[in-house]
């Protein structure tokens, strides 16, 4: 008997939720009706996922850790690192005919982005302090009188940012091609030898902070039949070596390296990162 009105209250239940829905789509709408019904839905919350620790700072596609401040002598030294997120090492650069293989470890040692211009907030004032190029992890700021004041916090005001590229370039005899910001590239000399000859390339770099005179900034291998050998980057440029059927001209070439595009795009950094004392 008990088994059977429990029965029966589940049917009345049932049924009286029923008449209930239809009693609202005929006279409340369908937007009631469908609002009530959402809420006897459940959902449920993903944690947060966090792709950097507390003591990171996001720059692009890199993290920017302080190491510490110090004072040496008439200057204040903040060090830091630079972390990838992802990998930017772009690997190898094999040409068609297989006789050129250019490494590319020297690019791919370049960090993807690279602080420039700090300020340095002092109970003294700002104090404003640069990072000498992309691969120093060091910023400097002179210190008047040689004390270091009260350090209320840190900003960094300017970062460039790693763009990769690769493209083809004709390089014609005695015509200089410029690459890309600041570089220029040449023909400076063809030495005569007697089963080939010595193809010398000079590049010129740019300067500034984003385009030191680094062997790694660019990197250029050639193409086409006959070329046996290259060096690779100089200090100057790069030996190209080939038979001694007619050379190309022009002679083509590939180059890969990276633009810097600069951000100036101030992030505050609190004092407690610096790590005093």
Known sequence: MTRRRF??????????SG???????????EEQAAATVATTTTTTTAPAA?????????LGPSVLVIEGLVAEGDEAVLHFTIHDINPVGPGELREPNDLIDVP?????????????AWTLITAAGEIPGTTSGPRARTARFPLPGGILPEVL?????????RLPYSYGVDLPSNTVVGLDEGYSLEVSGIIE?????IVQVTLVPGGGFANPTDPGAVLLAVLGEGWS????RTTTGLQLVHDPTPLPDPIHLIARSAYWVPFDRPVEIDAGA???G
């Open 7 to 16: 029965a029966v209250a589940l049917l009345g239940l049932a049924v009286g």
């Open 153 to 161: 916090g840190l900003r960094l005001d300017r970062y460039w940012m």
């Open 104 to 116: 590319l470890q020297r690019l791919a040692e370049e960090a993807a982005v690279a602080p420039e």
């Open 193 to 197: 030898q007697t089963n080939s000859r």
């Open 19 to 29: 008449a209930a829905l239809a009693a609202l789509l005929a006279f409340g709408g």
């Open 50 to 58: 966090w792709w950097v620790d507390e003591d990171e700072i996001p």
């Open 274 to 276: 610096l790590r005093l």
């Open 229 to 232: 050998f290259t060096s690779g």
